[in-house]
């Protein structure tokens, strides 16, 4: 095995060196800080209301900084409308709901 010479590891170590400090590390999306929440009102969906009740969304609002507003909307329909005139930033829906209503109006979702 031939040993390679020291200018030659040095330049190796030198431009490997400036390619990975030249090379800029992705960037994470930036954390939302504040979440306004639509829910209305079907069995799946109640642990909403529980966990604003008992304290336990706050709890998770608090480890992670952000803020967290729900709000009980009791037409399940408009909740929906209202996410995609953008009052909300988040809602409960069915999934078929999710693909049709808010599609429409412009805005992409993710579940």
């Given at each position: 095995m031939k040993h390679?010479?020291?200018?030659?590891l040095?330049?190796?170590?030198?431009?490997l060196s400036a390619?990975?400090?030249?090379?800029?590390?992705l960037?994470?999306?930036?954390?939302?800080?504040k979440f306004d929440i639509a829910w209305s009102h079907y069995a799946g969906?109640?642990?909403?209301?529980?966990?604003?009740?008992?304290?336990?969304?706050?709890k998770w609002a608090d480890k992670y900084?952000?803020?967290?507003?729900l709000t009980l909307v009791n037409d399940?329909?408009?909740?929906?409308?209202?996410?995609t005139t953008g009052k909300f930033t988040a809602c409960t829906m069915a999934n078929m709901d999710a693909l049709t209503i808010p599609a429409v109006g412009g805005i992409d979702s993710t579940a």
């Open positions: 390679q010479s020291p200018v030659v040095l330049t190796a170590a030198v431009v390619v990975l400090f030249f090379i800029s590390p960037q994470a999306a930036e954390k939302k800080e969906w109640e642990p909403w209301g529980y966990a604003q009740q008992s304290g336990i969304l706050k900084n952000v803020e967290i507003k399940y329909i408009e909740s929906i409308n209202l996410y």
